[in-house]
């Protein structure tokens, strides 16, 4: 009778006080907030319940009421942790739609299905055992504000935070604030902070998260960052795992120290009706990653694991990305075929049309851009490096730095390392690309059908065919741009089909006899057409090269490490320095002149008086060695000039450039 006497006197008193006061009842951990303006009729019926705005108590579960003048936002939920428990409080007008459960510091909360209105939820505190559950079926916004939270002892999913909700989540880092996400070794969750539907990170906070059993981040649907920073310490899954589509606008992520993938996004296999089908990566933008701005670091250390991966297309218009891969490759048991780690990897296109990108694999095998259907660069600075060597496995014997001969190993036992590797086209409009590799049979830029150069900057420097179509009878043609291309084991440029010379600058270095600056598929009746632009080619052209619209000269005598000026005419179309000589025999640990050599030094062709120097131009061509540039544009890594002033130097003779012959 105590008890039902003071609730009486409580609510007579409420009804008399000021709009703004609020009468707060404590349910265990849950405070629950009512706006005496909002409250109305309250009901106390059978001397157990009392109702308010359609929310029910019990009153044997009710452990105090009192009123005060605290300021309630409508549609909140705020959730303090505090070591080992946490403390709830809820607006008074959306308690009636949630169901709440606190064990300690794991706090459970279930919306209803008659939610009409989007709540907020403001996490804050700190727990070394605690965890935020929320389930439903509505929108909602989650605020970090400040939150250190620990799941340890998993009560529901063991993930530190795991939002049901299969709908469009906003994700709040407040600004100004650190957060902390770590989950349990054990449990069910597929995340620290896993969200079914898609969320929606914005504001400039700083979010951690830890993850002890799989993925960090992960969702089941679209993720979006607007803004705020995202560091992944380390996961034993993907740094971030999506489906549907991945978007970044601005912000920034860092992630390390996890053994999959940086950043994932799947194709959404969900069932699309009555059909059975799935989901179709083009139809629905399905399993396509998009970076529009903010910035990308990470350093990926698992075995064939990749930095940024899609089952569908990597977009890329601006931002700063720099991922460095370190892992070997390994083998797939399921695809019985060795797989290795790649910066970018895509099971569709690459396209880049703006950013910085700075993508760097050590590891034996690696690659630098990766994709199954077509490569497009049409604005950006990319930079590639790998300088890993042949990995060799063919599901019983690994070695890491295979040196032995390939030509009579099945393919899907070994895997060199390669710059940008393209099993569709490959068309460059725009930009600059610079690739370094070294290792055994190491590329630059290939593709599986053709390449086609109309503008730009691509610079290579390989120990293998530095710019190669490897697929038969497809063309490689270059329309403009400017184009260097050196290899210290192959050929410069080299396509399985014909080549075309059409327009801009290219400067291509092959290796030692017979190997050639540009190759073209002699052997299948297939030929080299040089037909405008301008033309270096040190170690000569391809037998038989059709040669028209300009005039081809050569010189065998040219000098090592040597400023050039080619002039077209009388007028001064580029000044260059010639590569390094080479000491003889295959170099596996060669380099390329000026700024882009990878590592080892050395290498390059042999000596100058049995390799061609070769220039082309519209008109005739001629030459100067051994002269000072001042001023002008540098291309290719500081080893060509265009629109400098050149000083002293001695006239190159030049025969006429015959192709019947090498």
């Not at 063991?158 to 070794?185: E, F, M, P, S």
């Not at 890594?637 to 000083?647: C, D, H, Q, Y």
Request: charged share 15%.
């Amino acid at each position: 009778m105590k008890k039902i006497f003071a609730l009486t006197i409580t609510i007579l008193a409420l009804s008399g006080l000021l709009s703004a006061q609020t009468l707060n009842v404590q349910v265990g951990q849950v405070t629950y907030q009512f706006l005496a303006e909002q409250a109305g009729v309250m009901t106390y019926a059978n001397g157990t319940e009392l109702t308010i705005m359609d929310k029910t108590f019990l009153l044997t579960d009710v452990a105090s009421m009192y009123v005060n003048e605290t300021i309630v936002k409508d549609n909140t939920v705020m959730v303090a942790y505090n070591g080992t428990s946490a403390a709830v409080v809820v607006a008074g007008n959306v308690a009636k739609y949630l169901t709440i459960s606190v064990t300690g510091a794991h706090v459970n909360i279930a919306q209803s299905d008659d939610v009409a209105e989007e709540i907020t939820y403001t996490l804050s505190g700190n727990s070394e055992d605690g965890e935020f559950y929320l389930s439903g079926s509505y929108k909602s916004t989650i605020e970090l504000n400040g939150l250190t939270l620990t799941n340890t002892n998993p009560v529901t999913s063991g993930a530190a935070i795991h939002i049901q909700n299969g709908k469009r989540i906003k994700v709040k880092v407040l600004d100004g604030t650190t957060n902390t996400l770590v989950d349990a070794a054990n449990g069910s969750q597929k995340g620290a902070f896993y969200i079914k539907g898609h969320p929606e990170f914005s504001k400039s906070g700083v979010l951690n998260v830890v993850g002890n059993l799989k993925h960090a981040i992960k969702s089941g649907e679209y993720i979006e960052l607007k803004e705020a920073t995202l560091n992944v310490t380390s996961a034993q899954g993907d740094g971030i795992n999506c489906a549907q589509y991945f978007l970044m606008k601005s912000g920034e992520i860092n992630i390390n120290g996890v053994t999959d993938d940086g950043i994932q996004c799947d194709i959404d296999d969900a069932d699309t009706g009555s059909t059975g089908e799935t989901t179709d990566h083009e139809d629905e933008d399905s399993g396509n990653i998009y970076i529009e701005g903010g910035s990308i670091a990470m350093t990926i250390t698992g075995k064939a694991a990749k930095g940024i991966k899609s089952e569908g297309d990597i977009i890329i218009s601006g931002g700063t990305i720099d991922v460095t891969t370190t892992g070997h490759g390994k083998w797939d048991d399921e695809d019985l075929k060795t797989k290795a780690a790649a910066c970018l990897s895509s099971d569709a296109k690459v396209v880049i049309s703006g950013g910085t990108l700075t993508l760097t694999s050590t590891g034996s095998g690696g690659k630098g851009i990766n994709c199954d259907a077509e490569f497009e660069l049409s604005g950006g600075d990319v930079t590639v490096v790998t300088t890993g060597g042949l990995y060799y496995n063919n599901g019983t014997t690994e070695n890491t730095n295979y040196t032995g001969n390939t030509d009579n190993i099945d393919s899907d036992y070994h895997s060199s390392s390669k710059g940008v590797k393209a099993d569709g086209a490959i068309t460059i409009t725009g930009g600059r690309i610079s690739v370094s590799t070294a290792g055994l049979n190491a590329e630059g830029i290939e593709s599986k059908t053709t390449i086609l150069i109309s503008n730009g900057e691509v610079v290579v420097n390989a120990y293998d065919d530095a710019i190669n179509v490897g697929g038969d009878g497809t063309d490689l043609i270059i329309e403009g741009g400017y184009v260097y291309a050196r290899a210290i084991n192959n050929d410069g440029i080299d396509g399985n089909g014909n080549v075309y010379v059409k327009g801009g600058l290219v400067y291509a270095i092959g290796s030692r006899e017979p190997e050639v600056a540009i190759d073209a598929n002699t052997e299948e009746n297939k030929k080299l057409y040089v037909q405008g632009g301008t033309v270096i080619a040190v170690g000569g052209l391809e037998r038989g090269a059709s040669i028209t619209g300009g005039t081809c000269k050569y010189t065998s005598s040219w000098t090592e490490n040597t400023w050039h000026a080619l002039y077209n005419g009388g007028e001064l179309v580029a000044a260059f320095q010639t590569p390094t000589k080479a000491t003889g025999g295959s170099n596996p640990g060669g380099g390329g002149p000026g700024g882009n050599r990878p590592p080892g030094g050395g290498g390059g062709p042999s000596g100058g008086g049995s390799q061609q120097l070769v220039v082309y131009t519209s008109s005739t061509p001629a030459l100067e060695s051994g002269v000072t540039v001042s001023g002008g544009t540098t291309y290719f890594g500081g080893v060509a000039n265009i629109g400098g002033t050149v000083s002293g130097g001695t006239s190159v003779t030049l025969s006429n450039y015959s192709s019947s012959g090498r």
